[in-house]
T-cell receptor
Framework: NAGVMQNPRHLVRRRGQEARLRCSPMKGHSHVYWYRQLPEEGLKFMVYLQKENIIDESGMPKERFSAEFPKEGPSILRIQQVVRGDSAAYFC????????????FGQGTRLTVV | TQLLEQSPQFLSIQEGENLTVYCNSSSVFSSLQWYRQEPGEGPVLLVTVVTGGEVKKLKRLTFQFGDARKDSSLHITAAQPGDTGLYLCLEGGSEKLVFGKGTKLTVNP
């Protein structure tokens, strides 16, 4: 039973480019969460999605950031026109249902903006 | 969504020592989960506690859920360098899955 898969593990982008981070949840999980983590800090909630729906995006910057979880395929976190401050580790977690919120995490994507 | 406070924020100890870290809230948890995150990796679920007063053991780790379900503790016996990491608590049953800021534990050989 494959765990949560994130790719790429490392992503380097120049300022102004777009970054696309992918997350495939565990089999049978329909809830996906994205977090950002800066060095030496905790996990900051960004967005919570179910299939084809954004449930809570209160932690996501209003501009340049978007997320989706289509009916088929992985969840995508998209950052347009990246800036140096976007450099961070981005983690995705999935869970089966809201009540059973044992969340399982991917290994993260480390984004570096140069 | 309630705020979770974890303490201490940083802890550096010698191998073989015992330690306890805490997770507290002003509100009642429906359940609580503990995770450990090692450098460069994603958080890994250690345990879920549900019932007030519950105690769960995982090898040298002992997890306790307060009777009032507002607090939890993680006790590590005879810490080893492999226990080094960021220990995070998470309120179960909440939509956002908001974590506490974590306790960064360093166990020195």
């Amino acid at each position: 039973n494959a765990g949560v898969m994130q790719n790429p593990r490392h992503l380097v982008r120049r300022r102004g480019q777009e970054a696309r981070l992918r997350c495939s949840p565990m089999k049978g999980h329909s809830h996906v969460y994205w977090y950002r983590q800066l060095p030496e800090e905790g996990l900051k909630f960004m967005v919570y999605l179910q299939k084809e729906n954004i449930i809570d995006e209160s932690g996501m910057p209003k501009e340049r950031f978007s997320a989706e979880f289509p009916k088929e395929g992985p969840s995508i976190l998209r950052i347009q026109q990246v800036v140096r401050g976007d450099s961070a580790a981005y983690f995705c977690a999935s869970s089966g249902t809201v009540m059973n919120t044992e969340a399982f995490f991917g290994q993260g994507t480390r984004l570096t903006v140069v | 969504t309630q705020l979770l406070e974890q303490s201490p924020q940083f802890l550096s100890i010698q191998e073989g020592e015992n330690l306890t870290v805490y997770c507290n809230s002003s509100s009642v948890f429906s359940s609580l989960q503990w995770y450990r995150q090692e450098p460069g990796e994603g958080p890994v679920l250690l345990v879920t506690v549900v019932t007030g007063g519950e105690v769960k053991k995982l090898k040298r780790l002992t997890f306790q859920f307060g009777d009032a379900r507002k607090d939890s503790s993680l006790h590590i016996t005879a810490a080893q360098p492999g226990d080094t990491g960021l220990y995070l608590c998470l309120e179960g049953g909440s939509e956002k899955l908001v974590f506490g800021k974590g306790t960064k534990l360093t166990v020195n050989p």
